[in-house]
């Protein structure tokens, strides 16, 4: 999120999903240093708790570099009825972390959420360890810490560790030096962005069409034939049947662009339920590896 965008939201209360010292809890800190964090104990939960005004705006992760998606975000935006209105590149930096009086060659298995065990899979292979998915990565330390078990290991940051009072056996566990976690920003209102050309944009939206021949094929087609670059496509089942399908996409173009809005027009001839979630500007980290 850029720094201007930051100051036209400067929220007072920021919810995430997870534990203090949990990596949403650090990418609230690093985005909004000033605003109060508060935990909740599911990404639905963090997000009503903006829909019910508890918070002002949601920290959450959406993909990640290494694991790809999280799935059970995309089921959950559309009925959040949010926006987004920026996004943040989070690195991620797991450790290995134990007990302080464990011993490294008597623990066997390794609690983490599934994002995280996915993100360090190969060494927890060479480990021999058995891994347990947990709710999040703060939480699995934490929970680590109060059932006082020698022969567990918790994947999480170094500020978790920390926290909650556990020596880090390995840094760096994660398999990519890359790994890095992106971040929506999500409030109830969108955020106002005058289009100026020449200026990066991203577009979210959500649309759904029917299982027919060609049905996505044609509602994507404007984008390309107005020279607009889709930078990611996400589909899942509509709950209600198996005859249609929903999908998230992103584009880089702001709403007020002609050539957008041609793109706009062709999508709602072929597509249903066209909701647009919200334009923002690029994390400056978005290129860094191109």
């Not at 930051?6 to 999903?17: G, M, W």
């Not at 990404?43 to 998606?69: C, L």
């Not at 044609?218 to 399908?245: C, P, Q």
């Amino acid at each position: 999120m850029s720094s201007t965008d930051q100051a036209k939201v400067s929220p007072q209360i920021i919810a995430y999903q997870g534990h203090e010292g949990a990596y949403s809890h650090l990418a609230c800190r690093n985005v909004f240093p000033e605003a109060q964090a508060l935990a909740y104990p599911s990404f639905e939960q963090a997000m009503q708790a903006v829909v019910k005004q508890e918070a002002q705006v949601a920290m959450i992760p959406i993909e990640n570099s290494t694991a790809g998606r999280v799935e059970e975000i995309y089921r959950a935006l559309p009925k959040a009825g949010l926006f987004i209105i920026g996004e943040y590149f989070q690195p991620i930096h797991h450790c290995l972390l134990a007990l302080p009086e464990a011993n490294p060659t008597e623990i066997h298995t390794v609690a983490s959420h599934p994002q995280a065990l996915a993100q360090c899979a190969r060494h927890i292979q060479a480990l021999g360890l058995v891994a347990e998915a947990a709710s999040d990565t703060a939480g699995a330390a934490k929970a680590l810490a109060q059932a006082n078990n020698l022969h567990q290991a918790a994947i999480a940051s170094s500020i978790a560790a920390e926290l909650y009072g556990l020596k880090i056996l390995e840094s760096q566990f994660q398999d990519e030096d890359t790994n890095t976690t992106r971040f929506v920003i999500l409030a109830n209102c969108p955020i106002e962005l005058t289009y100026q050309v020449k200026t990066p944009y991203l577009t979210s939206l959500l649309f759904k069409v029917r299982n027919l021949p060609a049905a996505l094929y044609k509602s994507l087609g404007g984008f390309a034939t107005n020279g607009i670059n889709m930078v990611k496509l996400e589909s899942y089942m509509d709950r209600r049947t198996f005859t249609a399908t929903e999908f998230y996409l992103e584009v880089e173009a702001h709403p007020q662009d002609p050539a957008m809005q041609r793109a706009l027009e062709e999508l709602g001839f072929f597509a249903e339920d066209v909701r647009l979630l919200g334009s923002y500007h690029p994390h400056i980290l978005r290129y860094q590896y191109a």
